[in-house]
Every structure is written in C-alpha cells, then in structure tokens.
Nanobody, 119 residues
C-alpha cells in the first residue's frame, strides 16, 4: 500500500502564495499530482507530473499561476501556488499512480489539505 503525506495548506489573502508538498511512501515510478474539491462542487483536476519530473500538465484555471515540480522519485512533489484567488479555495488532495491522468486519477490518495483564500 502506498501512503501519501501532504503538507502546506493554510489561509492566505488573495494574491498571496502557498506551497503544498506530497511525499509517497514507499517511493516508486508514479505519476503524481493534485485534485481539489470545493464545498458543493465536484472534484477537479489541478496538475500532474510524471516520475521523471518532466512533462507537467495543468488545468486551464491554474496555468501560469501554479507550478508543479519533482526532482526524482525519492523526493516530495511540490505545488507552488501563486496569485491565489478566492476560487482556489478547496481541499487539495495529492494523488498518485502508475497511470494518472486528468480524467482518471491514480489509486492512491492523500488525506487532503485545506487551502483557503480570503481577505
């Protein structure tokens, strides 16, 4: 069983920044990424990156503001979130799998971390 441990959520003002991290144990050749779910809304894809740390993929709503990164399979995966907007408020879930797509999550999930953007 793969365990995903997230950290980095919190409260930030509009225009601010946060960085989320997610570590997989045991590590492996997983594609990793993030989904989010706001109250009363369906879960949506945010970003993903393959095990080589290349070929990032983003939802249109976060392109140019969020950056996903990963150095190697043994290091955490990060989501740098800049220029945050109130509509980014959600619980963010780390996700991983040997195959993980924007429309098809992998089988492994983190516990979720709350991101709140509010003045």
């Amino acid at each position: 069983q793969v365990q995903l441990v997230e950290s980095g959520g919190g409260l930030v003002q509009p225009g601010g920044s946060l960085r989320l991290s997610c570590a997989a144990s045991p590590s492996g050749f997983y594609t990793m990424g993030w989904f989010r779910q706001a109250p009363g809304k369906e879960r949506e894809f945010v970003a993903r990156i393959d095990y080589t740390g290349t070929s990032p993929d983003y939802a249109d709503s976060v392109k140019g503001r969020f950056t996903i990164s990963r150095d190697n399979i043994n290091d955490p995966m990060y989501l740098q979130m800049n220029s945050l907007k109130p509509e980014d408020t959600a619980v963010y879930y780390c996700n991983a799998g040997l195959t993980m797509m924007s429309y098809h999550p992998g089988p492994y999930w983190g516990q979720g971390t709350q991101v709140t953007v509010s003045s």
